[in-house]
């Protein structure tokens, strides 16, 4: 079977309650969870969480489209609800037959786990009524509730709605591997010098994991510096020179005497070509920038323009 899951919300300007706790987060939380038991239960997965979006509506239409252009079985949206801090339990809605009968096992599922049964319920929600597969939206828990986020385990329900949605099977989703402090360390420089996994990615999560998603980062801005992509101790190292160089030292680049990596962070940061040399199209580049920025247009990259371009 192949299953459409949407973690709500992230992606801003769309964003989701705060309460004890963040929706954005839990939603990630547990729709990671539930992409890799599906997945290890043999079952095809379509992530449908947009990375961007310009609106709320463009969010939601986004959604929407990567489910229907991929054919999914059924659309799962995971959300969380908060209301007025007093105000617990569970509940999932549906917009046809076809998903009212799996509502049903999805909250039963949950309602094992302790959470106060609010039903299932039919609505009209955008993702529900533009998709064109069976399609439920479940709402956990509440993130502003004590209890719930007392009770709330990202394992455990991600658990439920796996065996809510798939008629009792279960997977155990493997221990996430240990926290690296030094990958912390890169996903935040990465992050910093605003070099993502794509051009139009968002911000890594600094989670210490080596993932897809900061080995693609890692990899872009060796490309930009023009170091070797090879795993070895002499590219990492020159990578990391480079990137102190920026952060760290302010090194400073002047007109027809800057060079190197740092030259083309700046190329690759002002859109221009990128040869390693501070050229004339360089130096338009950086006048232009700092009069934007409103510093003094000298052309001189120092610790005033970095400061701009690398908080």
């Given at each position: 079977m192949k299953y459409g899951i949407d973690?709500?919300?992230n992606a801003a300007p769309d964003t989701g309650a705060v309460g004890i706790k963040k929706e954005d987060d839990l939603?990630?939380?547990?729709?990671t969870r539930v992409i890799s038991q599906l997945q290890a239960l043999g079952h095809q997965v379509v992530n449908c969480t947009p990375k961007s979006a310009s609106s709320v509506m463009d969010s939601l239409s986004k959604r929407c489209s990567t489910a229907n252009a991929n054919n999914v079985d059924l659309f799962v949206s995971i959300h969380f609800n908060s209301y007025n801090g007093r105000t617990s339990g569970s509940e999932v809605w549906y917009a046809s037959n076809s998903g009212k009968k799996f509502a049903q096992p999805v909250l039963t599922e949950i309602l094992k786990l302790g959470y106060v049964n609010r039903g299932i319920k039919e609505g009209n929600f955008y993702v529900l009524a533009h998709t064109d597969m069976p399609s439920i939206l479940v709402e956990c828990c509440f993130v502003d509730s004590a209890d719930d986020m007392k009770r709330f385990d990202p394992d455990q329900m991600a658990r439920a709605i796996v065996a809510g949605v798939t008629g009792g099977q279960t997977a155990t989703t493997p221990p996430p591997a240990p926290s690296d402090p030094e990958i912390v360390k890169l996903q935040q420089a990465l992050n910093r010098l605003q070099v993502y996994a794509t051009p139009t990615g968002q911000p890594l999560a600094a989670d210490g994991k080596l993932g897809p998603q900061t080995n693609q980062a890692k990899q872009r801005l060796k490309t930009i510096f023009a170091i070797?992509?090879?795993e070895t101790e002499a590219s990492n190292r020159a990578m990391w020179e480079a990137i102190t160089s920026i952060t760290v030292d302010r090194v400073v680049l002047r007109p027809n005497h800057g060079y190197g990596p740092a030259v083309r962070y700046l190329q690759f940061r002002l859109?221009?070509?990128?040869?390693?040399?501070?050229?004339d199209a360089t130096v338009s580049a950086v006048l232009a920038y700092q009069k934007a920025q409103g510093l003094a247009a000298d052309g001189v990259v120092g610790p005033a323009t970095w400061g701009k371009l690398v908080p």
């Open positions: 973690m709500g919300h939603t990630i939380a547990v729709g070797s992509p090879a859109s221009v070509p990128p040869t390693g040399l501070y050229s």
